[in-house]
């Protein structure tokens, strides 16, 4: 897996695919999950410095998928991207380790700049 | 002709009587009904005055406003005419029909769609002009024009029209559920914005193009191929209906999609559909007063312009239209750095006349480090050919031009965008550039520096906003400080107080807007994120561009009102264009033939006419039901007076004999009631005209001396003044000549129930005497703490969920008015009487109050 790859989590299919293809087309590695074990699996086998990473995911809570990854690799760039506006959620996933926080839904220009910041910033 | 006294005391006649226990049943109930109205009756009026209130105050108010309050008013005007219709037994029954015209029409006037026109789902910019802004929105109709009537370079492209829009949003029967999750939207809550905003946006994104408007898009698109390279990257702009108006600048709070590959033409477009609904977005149009279904979103799809160089240019100063250079600001690559805020730009002052001169320069505007000294990106025959451009196309246009433009490679100039240039408010032109206060006389301040990218002077707790989650946080009324002001913030616009931004400079979005809302705004102030730090108090001088600690009144002072947002737009004028339904009065005259149901024109009509005829039907309950003399008992005072009261409920003492034709003042238990007969019976009353003291009915029937002059007054209580008491309830009725006053008072056994109301109008003298007696009236119970409305020449007093006790001095203060008010109208032309009126009254009332503290 190479190195800057970015792994999409959210439940909705198109929304994940319209983004990891547009991203691929920008020239991103990436790959996406519709659920909070996918991912972990996923995160546990390879090496993704940043995570887009929805809330409401069907099979787990998207703070618990946070601690998840943090535990598997603490390096790793979460960026909360979720549709319920929360401050409490929020804040309570930065405490946690994520990265940035985002409400749905970003510009893409507006995306891209916020991973290149991950990515910078990425170990 | 029979006197109406007489048929009132032969109908009294005529009629089986009800005994005092059956009265007494049969006149609660219609009290009951009675009080019901006038509750509906005070909803309604409180209704139309916020609604007028609004309308003035340039509050910021949406169709929900509207909606809901109109649906109260109606609602309250139905019970008004339901409750009416049982005092009356039925009667009135025209008024239904009158309701049903009036309500219809103002439902006509909120449900009025907006204006949509019917066309092609797409254009090519070869076909668009300005002409044709109902189909493609005002930026992509300003294009065309630009390219095709002025003859300017603009980039290939076409644009997907209104009509396509709703062929999309019918296909996917969007509007309802669109509809639904705005409703109730609470505008305070960021968090719920948010979350509903993202729910309605991912609706749109993820509903499928009809397949017909897709196949048209990629032909379209295919066309501009053909004309340039394979593989084509275009940028899709929005263009709403109505959102590049001068001083509406919805632009850029909308999406543009920049460098977009064939294969997502669609999703772009779709989330450009969807870009209506951002949480700015939505903010922005509740604060300017547009509906949602005001707003069509068209989308030009344009060849990408590979820009060597990009900017904005003005063909005046923004803050200056009187200015005579065209200021043009550039930054190397896409004009999206200049308009966002993101990056620094040059600046570049050029003379209006050829050969357009250079005449200032500047770097690094809007750059935190103050940008560092580099060769300009423009040449002087680049800048002078920008010049020439914005000239032109004011000329062409009318009016100064905001312009966004590209160079390519080639050197070839676009011009991407032409709006007209926001006008600063006219009190902000004539406002010279400084306060006028002298510096010595103000603290040292905690930063200085940046540009006014809005003026004025406004005080806050400092917020700093640095991520998504920073706008959840955001306190109303804090001071938004940024490292960069990028659009996005601009949802905190109706929050904030003042806006300081480290970058960006007069160009950026977030100024355009801070400006239309006049929130003051200084941008490219340096370390403002480091040195005033977090929740800190300061004053923000942007005129001056000076920050200050803590609250500077002297400064604060010069704040300037709020420009009112509202007026004009689509949602102000639906407000103005259902007032007409609304508030006028045009049934004024009770004693008038056209005072009758189907002569009501309004809501307010509507209301007047209850109210009146309520009143009536209320003192006329004997008439229909055949009243017991033994009910109304003639009130003692040493003599028989011409005062009556009827006992509704527990105001007699239990010793009083029921079959007793007299009530003793000494058997009245009436709390309230013998308050204002307190009030009635402090002073003698000075006349005119002179009085004996016989008794204090008969002074009340001499003074309307002439019963020749009350033709219009159809109401029994010409001859019989009632008290209908309880023992904590008093009702007063009083019709006096000309005057007709009411004082209702309840104490009840909890605060919410207690209320004084009072109701005064007419008189006999011309109209300016009798405003100037009920102006006299209302400051004096203004000055007890009633509140006061006053309008023609009638007034309501009202106090409400006050203690007894002081409810009870206020019935005293009114009783006291009710006989020393008589007749004063007709001497009400002179200044010297009404100065010794005012001065007796206080003085008489101010001994009154004294008294019975003293008592007490």
Redesign the interface.
């Given at each position: 897996m190479a190195e800057s790859s970015i792994l999409v989590i959210d439940d909705?299919q198109?929304?994940v695919s319209?983004l990891v293809?547009?991203l691929r087309?920008r020239g991103w590695e990436s790959e996406g999950v519709l659920t909070g074990g996918e991912a972990i699996v996923k995160i546990a086998a390879g090496d993704f410095s940043v995570v887009l990473l929805d809330m409401r995911l069907p099979d787990m809570d998207g703070s618990e998928v946070l601690r998840e990854i943090m535990k598997i690799n603490p390096q790793t760039r979460v960026i909360i991207l979720?549709?319920?506006?929360?401050?409490s959620e929020?804040?309570e996933g930065?405490r946690n380790g994520a990265f940035?926080?985002?409400?749905?839904?970003v510009?893409?220009?507006t995306l891209l700049e916020k991973l290149q910041a991950a990515k910078k910033r990425s170990p | 002709m029979t006197s109406l006294v007489d048929l009132f005391t032969s109908l009294f006649r005529s009629k089986p009587r009800l005994k005092p226990a059956e009265l007494q049943t049969a006149f609660r109930s219609h009290y009951k009904e009675f009080r019901s109205l006038l509750t509906a009756n005070n909803n309604a009026l409180e209704l139309m005055a916020e609604m007028e209130q609004v309308l003035g105050a340039g509050r910021s108010f949406g169709m929900a406003f509207i909606r809901g309050n109109c649906t109260a008013l109606t609602v309250n005007i139905y019970k008004m005419i339901r409750h009416l219709s049982k005092l009356s037994d039925g009667r009135y029954g025209a008024l239904d029909q009158s309701f049903r015209d009036i309500t219809r029409q103002l439902e006509l006037v909120i449900a009025s769609p907006p204006v949509t026109t019917e066309g092609a789902v797409i254009l090519s910019m070869a076909e668009v002009d300005a002409g044709m802004v109902d189909q493609v929105g005002e930026k992509m109709a300003n294009l065309g024009e630009v390219r095709n009537r002025v003859g300017l370079r603009t980039p290939d492209g076409f644009v997907i029209t209104a009509a396509a829009g709703r062929h999309f949003t019918q296909a996917n029967d969007l509007e309802v559920e669109i509809n639904r999750r705005l409703k109730g939207l609470d505008f305070d809550n960021m968090e719920e914005l948010y979350t509903v905003s993202a729910g309605i946006q991912a609706l749109i994104v993820n509903a499928p193009l009809p397949k017909d408007l897709e196949e048209a898009i990629l032909a379209h698109h295919q066309q501009v191929v053909t004309d340039k390279d394979s593989e084509l990257l275009v940028a899709l702009r929005s263009s709403a209906l109505g959102e590049d108006s001068s001083n509406v600048s919805f632009a850029g709070q909308y999406r543009t999609q920049l460098n977009v590959s064939r294969e997502f033409v669609g999703q772009a477009y779709k989330e450009i559909m969807a870009g209506k609904y951002k949480s700015q977005v939505i903010v922005y149009r509740q604060q300017r007063g547009y509906r949602h279904q005001d707003v069509h979103m068209c989308v030009g799809c344009l060849h990408m312009v590979d820009a060597v160089v990009s900017g904005v240019l003005y063909s005046r100063a923004p803050d200056d239209p009187r200015s005579r250079f065209v200021m043009i600001q550039a930054a190397p690559g896409l004009a999206s750095h200049v308009v966002d805020g993101s990056g620094a730009t040059e600046q570049f002052m050029v003379s209006r006349t050829p050969p357009y001169a250079l005449l200032d320069f500047q770097s690094g505007v809007g750059q935190a480090d103050g940008g560092v000294d580099s060769l300009p990106t423009l040449t002087a025959l680049q800048t002078a050919e920008l010049a020439e451009v914005g000239v032109r196309l004011e000329e062409h246009f009318g009016t100064p031009q905001d312009v966004e433009w590209s160079i390519d490679k080639a050197g070839l100039l676009y011009i991407l965008q032409s709006r007209p240039l926001g006008r600063p408010a006219a009190e902000e032109l004539s406002e010279p550039k400084g306060h006028g206060i002298r510096e010595d006389d103000l603290p040292s301040p905690l930063l200085v520096g940046g540009v006014c990218a809005s003026r004025g002077v406004a005080c806050g707790k400092v917020f700093n906003v640095r991520s998504s989650l920073d706008l959840l946080r955001f306190p109303k009324g804090a001071v938004l400080v940024v490292e960069t002001p990028y659009p996005d913030w601009a949802s905190l616009l109706d929050r904030a107080s003042a806006v300081i931004s480290e970058t960006g400079q007069m160009a950026a979005h977030l100024a355009t807007v801070a400006r239309e809302f006049g929130i003051p705004a200084i941008f490219g102030m340096n370390q403002a994120l480091t040195t005033l730090g977090n929740y800190r108090l300061i004053t923000v001088d942007a005129t001056a561009g000076k920050v200050y600690d803590g609250r500077v009144e002297s400064l604060l002072a010069l704040a300037l009102p709020k420009p009112n947002l509202m007026v004009g737009s689509p949602v102000y004028k639906i407000l103005v264009a259902a007032m007409e339904y609304i508030t006028p009065l045009t049934l004024t005259d009770p004693a008038s033939p056209f005072f009758k149901p189907d002569s009501c024109q309004t809501l307010h009509d509507l209301t007047r006419y209850c109210h009146e005829k309520a009143v009536v039907e209320m003192f006329k309950f004997g008439e229909r039901y055949g009243f017991d003399d033994k009910a109304a008992k003639q009130l003692v005072v040493d003599a028989p007076s011409q005062w009556w009261v009827i006992d509704l409920d527990d105001g007699f003492s239990s010793d009083f004999d029921p079959e007793s034709r007299y009530v003793d003042l000494g058997h009245i238990v009436s709390v309230p009631m013998l308050a204002i007969w307190q009030g009635m019976t402090a002073f003698p009353w000075a006349g005119p005209p002179p009085v004996s003291l016989r008794g204090f009915g008969s002074i009340i029937f001499q003074s309307t001396r002439n019963p020749g002059l009350d033709p219009g007054v159809r109401s029994t209580m010409a001859a019989k003044n009632y008290f209908l008491i309880s023992k904590n309830f008093c009702n007063l009725s009083v019709r006096l000549g000309y005057h007709f006053a009411l004082v209702e008072a309840n104490l009840g056994e909890y605060l919410t129930e207690n209320y004084v109301n009072f109701q005064f109008k007419g008189g006999a003298a011309d109209e300016n005497r009798r405003l100037l007696r009920i102006r006299l009236i209302s400051d004096i119970l203004n000055e007890f703490g009633f509140r006061v409305e006053q309008k023609a020449d009638s007034m309501t007093a009202r106090i409400e969920k006050k203690p007894g006790s002081f409810l009870l001095e206020r019935l005293k203060i009114l009783g006291y008015l009710i006989i020393h008010t008589r007749q004063i109208d007709m001497v009400m032309g002179d200044e010297g009487m009404i100065a010794q009126y005012r001065q007796k009254i206080t003085a008489d009332l101010h001994i009154l109050l004294d008294n019975a503290e003293m008592e007490g």
């Open positions: 909705e198109e929304f319209t293809r547009r087309k979720t549709g319920h506006a929360s401050a929020g804040e930065i940035d926080y985002l409400i749905k839904p510009e893409f220009e | -």
